[in-house]
Structure formats: structure tokens, C-alpha cells
């Protein structure tokens, strides 16, 4: 086989994640592509406002510029033993490998946090006609302005969509 055939069929290449370097302005990988074949250094390009560090036996996509095997790049990252599945055509999620999941849905936005979700913000402003606190299908709450009878308990005028459990 020529020399130039070599290096087109090494310039792309699977590969097992074994070490990331996170410190670095670009990410860093150890990757073992053929058997016996260890790149150290390997940069890991990601998408603009995302980034994750995957785990040791992530799989990657690596291209080697030029076919030259000394310098391999990561293109793609992805973990089977931790990817979320069973989205609709369409939807979109971020996940981790706990559980934590933000999921753009054909029918809501959801967000679940395995311990608890924290939202810091100068100004937080929730805009909806039905709020359910704790869960759905609790007592309706009070909201500031509401007319409440202080002997019953009972909301007198106001929303009852505002509800917690």
C-alpha cells in the first residue's frame, strides 16, 4: 500500500477515552485508537456553550489532520452506558451520568434534578396561569393580593391555580 493511501485510511479513527485533561483551555484527551495505540494530547473540540468531561471508556471520534497520526484531534464524545434514549423525533436534551436532565419536550420543558435544582438570578419571574408547588393536585395557595377568609382558611378571590402538596 503507498504511503499516501496509509495515511488516508488512518485519518479517521475510533477510539476509547482513558484520561482527560480538564484544566487545559481546550480539553485534553488520552486515547487508545488502534490496538496498542495510545495518542496523548489528543484536543477535544466541542460545541461552543456546551462541554462535559466524560469518563474513562467513553468512545471518540478522532481525526488526524493530514493522516499524520501525531496529530489527532476529537471531534465527537459520546458515552452508550450513560446516554439518555427514548426522546421523541424532534426533542432535545442535556443529561449527565447521575440523572440530572434538562429535556426541551414536545410538551413541556422539564427539568430534574437527582438532588435538587438551584436557580440564582438577580430576578426570577415565573408567568403561568396554573403553578403547582410539591406536586400536582395540592390545596390552593394564597398568592399576595388574594382575599383570604382568616377564619376558614378558604381563598375568597383570587387563583385557585396556584396549588401546592
Known sequence: MSALAGRIRLMIGRGIVNLVNDAAKLQALQVELLSDEVQDGVERFQDYGITSHPHPGAEAVV?????????????????RNYRLTGLQQGEVALYDDLGNVVKLGRERLEIIGVTEVKAIAPKIIVESDDVSIGAEGGKPVARVDDLVDLSTGKIISGSEKVTAA
Open 63 to 79: 481525526v488526524c489532520a493530514g493522516g499524520l497520526r501525531s496529530h489527532a484531534i476529537a471531534i465527537r464524545v459520546d458515552d
